[in-house]
């Protein structure tokens, strides 16, 4: 398991991110018209993976924000905005800030992102709720950037996640 804080008192999650280099692993999550999505659905494209608690946070909102204005400039590549959140709040919050540059997913289903990640929370007040993390993708499916963030009231780093797509 990871050991991250929240408020600076220890919480944990399952494990620890996919490896760099290594194949992303696959997931079914929910999209805001409760479809179903994989991540084999995006290959051909790289993929950001910013994975949050819950975008009724100021940190998570703002996380989908920056990334929501970071996605507007980058060739080739989609932002998938990560939480337990139920999608009908996703699309709320989403048509409420004018978010149209990044796609909002749901793990509220059964949480095999979570797990299959390791980003869900194993103890403290968050648990089962996603961790803070990115995790950025190549076309071809294999894993180029990782951050767990380790303070769960911090933003992840934007620039090093993005600075990951070119290379």
Not at 23 to 49: C, H, I, M, W
Not at 158 to 167: I, P, Q, R, S, V
């Amino acid at each position: 398991m990871a050991s991250v804080t929240l408020k600076g008192n220890e919480i944990h999650t399952l494990g620890t991110l996919p490896a760099n280099g290594g194949k992303a692993p696959e997931f079914q999550l929910t999209k805001n018209d409760l479809s179903t999505v994989k991540l084999s659905d995006y290959e051909g494209s790289r993929v950001v993976l910013n994975i949050f608690p819950s975008v009724d946070t100021g940190t998570c909102a703002q996380s989908v924000r920056q990334f929501n204005q970071e996605a507007a400039e980058l060739d080739n590549t989609i932002v998938l905005c990560i939480s337990k959140d139920l999608p009908f709040a996703q699309a709320r919050f989403c048509g409420a800030e004018g978010i149209e540059n990044v796609e909002m997913l749901s793990d509220f289903k059964d949480g095999n992102f979570g797990k299959g990640y390791n980003v869900a929370f194993s103890d403290g007040p968050l648990a089962p709720l996603l961790s803070r993390a990115v995790v950025v993708v190549d076309e071809k499916g294999n894993v180029l950037y990782t951050e767990q963030v380790a303070e769960t009231t911090e933003e992840p780093n934007y620039k090093a996640a993005l600075e990951a797509l070119m290379n």
